[in-house]
């Protein structure tokens, strides 16, 4: 038994004799189930989770364990304590023994110890020998931070030095402070003081000085800056609360701080023809240090690359140490340096452009020694023929051309633009009269002093004005081609001729208009070629037009009509409308009774396209015939759906091959299917598998038990061959039941043999 699920049990209890009749008697009975300690506490839940806050008071109630027994009296009062050997040996925490409220016993310190995990055990007051049962759950009490400690620096006072020539934004200190506190109570910042021209900053975030101005020892040779780091808490808790600021001392140490500054002109000319050693330049260069830090000496950098100058570091003098050539380079960058001696040296550099001048001592060159160029016949004069162009390496009129024609063979018909070279027509040339034009005087002088000058040569050809228009044979094209005949087959050849030379005598073919994509023309030999198989029963003319053009320009100029008759091919095969088709007929009726008609066609024209019908199989016995040009098909003889013929299975149903022939030579055919089907007439009455059937049963079987089953066939279809069964006499005494549709027979009464040994009964199936 179990208390705790039930505490008491009624039963009613009865006794009886044996006698007839029987008597009764019935007795309450009242059993109450008394509680042993068998159920342990339990807690509501497996760990509780807590938080506090770090100054809390001692005292503070942190939570309230749960724990239930089942049990009675001693057995179920359950009382809590604190595991000290599994947690909290400090005991930072106590329980109620009967309450389960879980207090804080001393003050608590985040930053000693931010989690507290404590085993608290239940135990009932059971009589057990270890003093009841008991069970255990998990406290776990997480210590919310305070503000309760000042940030600390890692040391109270930072000395450096820095160059007075320091960039602004140099970093040169780095102040570490540290706030033993978590979250924003642990986030330190930095504030400097001390610094009343601002030539310092200091990071707020990471505490890192850096230069802010540009400093000058000569101003101030020593700043001494005063940083207090405080927390993010609200109040803020800072560090010179209890340490003091920090001193940051920052000494400014002197240098070579004036570089040397150029005062001699960044721009220098030269002629081109000096000789070596030729003085063009000399650079010069300040430096208001003293002694060493202001001794300039000059170096060049870049742009000497060729060694083409000398340079005196000492003096500045800059002279020429080869010849000079404009054409290859007429101006030179040189980057200078004037470099002080100071420690570490400071320096300075310029850009002295020196530019070569031109002597004319180039020749002008054409860029063609020979023009070849062309130009149409019947021109009028002026029209231009080619621009001719020398190029002259020298500078200013030194390198300014002008050019002329020398006298020579037909020079006259042409004329030359003295400035630009651009020579053009001063009459009509006609390329009957002369084709080929050689000028060998096109000259070309600078306007130097003394003038440089040179000649090339130049080849002209007339060309062939395009005047003749192409012309064909015939004016109009009729042709006949077979249907079948093959695609790429060339039907016609064309022609058309053009007097003109050269391309503007070279005819190109076209078709034009729409041939549905049948023809093409050859653009080279006129050969027109059917470019798909063609169809007559698609399209049985085609009328298009074909044009011959010259090859220069392209355009139309004579146009011929072709008109392409298409002659009938036996290739299309008469179509059934269906290629399978259903009839039905009733049994009975009389020869040549119409069943259906078909129907196929074919494209194709003349006696090609007439179509005569037959039929290739399914008739062996003449059953049907069809009518050769209608189509009809009729019965041929009085059919019978219960036919017993070799093909009983298909006795309902008879399936014909159609065929379609044309009258074409080879004629062509093609078939379809016809399932006719021949509907049932009841005219067939149900037979029994047995006139007669005997059945033997013992007297014993029990009701319910099947006794026999009848059967009988009709050789109707459908509804006409669906049986029912009934007993119409033998069953006056509703000994037998009979299944109307499956004709089984059961037994509905028991059997007995002394009352009756024999049953007669007459069924019937409909």
């Known amino acids: 038994l179990d208390r705790e699920r039930a505490e008491a049990h009624r039963l009613v209890v009865e006794a009886w004799d044996g006698g007839s009749p029987r008597r009764r008697g019935r007795l309450r009975v009242s059993v109450r189930v008394l509680d042993e300690n068998d159920n342990a506490p339990a807690f509501s839940r497996g760990e509780y989770r807590a938080r506090l806050r770090e100054d809390a008071p001692p005292g503070t109630a942190v939570c309230r364990l749960r724990a239930t ?14 595991n000290r050997r599994q947690s909290d040996p400090d005991g930072y925490f106590a329980v109620e023994e009967r309450s389960g409220v879980l207090r804080l016993r001393r003050p608590l310190d985040r930053e000693a110890r931010a989690l507290h995990r404590l085993v608290v055990e239940a135990r009932d007051g059971g009589a057990q020998p270890e003093g009841g049962l008991s069970a255990q759950a998990f406290v776990r009490i997480e210590i919310e931070d305070i503000n309760d400690n000042q940030p600390v620096f890692e040391q109270a006072v930072y000395v450096t030095s820095i160059s007075s020539h320091t960039q602004p934004g140099t970093e040169i200190i780095n102040v570490v402070a540290t706030d033993r506190d978590s979250g924003i109570y642990g986030i330190v910042t930095y504030i400097s003081s001390g610094d009343p021209h601002g030539r310092f900053s200091i990071d707020p975030q990471f505490g890192i000085i850096r230069t802010k101005k540009h400093l000058d020892y000569e101003t101030q040779a020593e700043y001494t800056l005063h940083i ?41 000319y030269v002629m081109e023809n000096v000789e070596v050693g030729f003085l063009l330049h000399r650079i010069i260069a300040k430096d208001p240090d003293e002694g060493r830090n202001g001794q300039v000496t000059y170096h060049i950098l870049s742009g000497n690359e060729n060694k083409a100058f000398v340079l005196d570091k000492i003096t500045g003098l800059l002279t020429t140490a080869h010849l000079l050539d404009r054409e290859i380079q007429e101006r030179y960058s040189l980057t200078v340096m004037a470099l002080d001696g100071g420690s570490p040296a400071l320096s300075a550099t310029q850009v002295l452009t020196i530019i070569v001048l031109d002597v004319n001592d180039e020749t002008p060159i054409f860029l063609k020694q020979l023009y070849e160029t062309a130009v149409r016949e019947n021109q009028d004069p002026g029209e231009f023929v080619v621009k001719v162009e020398a190029v002259d390496r020298d500078a200013g009129l030194n390198s300014l051309l002008q050019y002329e024609i020398l006298p020579g063979t037909g020079y006259e018909k042409f004329k030359m633009n003295l400035d630009s070279g651009e020579l053009v027509t001063t009459a009509s040339l006609d390329r009957e009269t002369q084709e080929v034009f050689s000028i060998k005087g096109n000259s070309c002088r600078d306007l130097g ?58 005819v190109m073919y076209s078709l034009v208009d729409d041939t549905f994509g049948a023809f093409a023309v050859n653009s080279v030999t006129g050969s027109i070629v059917t470019t798909k198989a063609l169809d007559r029963e698609t399209k049985s003319q085609y009328t298009f037009r074909a044009v011959a053009s010259d090859c220069s320009t392209h355009l139309p100029r004579s146009t011929t009509v072709m008109t392409v008759l298409v002659q009938d091919v036996n290739d299309n095969v008469p179509k059934f409308e269906q290629s399978y088709y259903k009839a039905s007929v009733w049994e009975g009726q009389s020869p040549k009774t119409d069943i259906i008609q078909v129907f196929a066609t074919d494209l194709d024209s003349g006696l090609n396209g007439e179509t005569e019908y037959s039929i290739l199989s399914g008739n062996e016995n003449g059953t049907f015939l069809i009518d050769s040009a209608r189509g009809i098909l009729a019965t041929n003889t009085v059919l019978d759906h219960e036919n017993t013929s070799s093909y009983r299975e298909m006795a309902s149903s008879h399936r014909l091959v159609l065929l379609a022939s044309d009258r074409g030579m080879p004629s062509l055919n093609s078939t379809a299917t016809v399932l006719i089907t021949v509907l049932d007439v009841n005219d067939n009455p149900p037979v029994f598998s047995s006139p007669e059937y005997h059945i033997h049963v013992k007297e014993s079987i029990p009701v319910g038990s099947h006794v026999t089953e009848v059967s009988a066939n009709d050789c109707d279809a459908g509804a006409n061959a669906e049986i029912t069964y009934a007993i119409i006499s033998g069953n006056e005494r509703g000994y037998f039941h009979l299944d109307g549709k499956t004709g089984s027979l059961d037994l509905m009464k028991m059997l007995d043999y002394e009352d009756t040994m024999k049953f007669t009964l007459i069924i019937q199936a409909t």
């Open 69 to 82: 027994d089942p049990d009675l009296g001693a057995n179920g009062e359950v009382r809590y304590a604190i």
């Open 228 to 268: 207090a780091a405080e927390d993010c808490g609200r109040p803020p808790l800072t560090s010179s609360l209890m340490l003091g600021s920090l001193a940051a001392k920052i000494v400014i140490l002197d240098i070579n701080d004036n570089s040397p500054s150029f005062t001699s002109s960044p721009l220098s």
């Open 449 to 506: 002093s003394p003038s440089r000058s040179s000649t090339a040569q130049l080849y002209l050809t007339v060309l062939d004005e395009n005047d003749h228009n192409p012309l064909f044979a015939k004016a109009q094209y009729q042709i006949s081609v077979r249907e079948d005949l093959e695609e790429g087959s060339a039907i016609l050849d064309l022609f058309a001729s053009d007097e003109d030379d050269g391309l503007n005598g070279e």
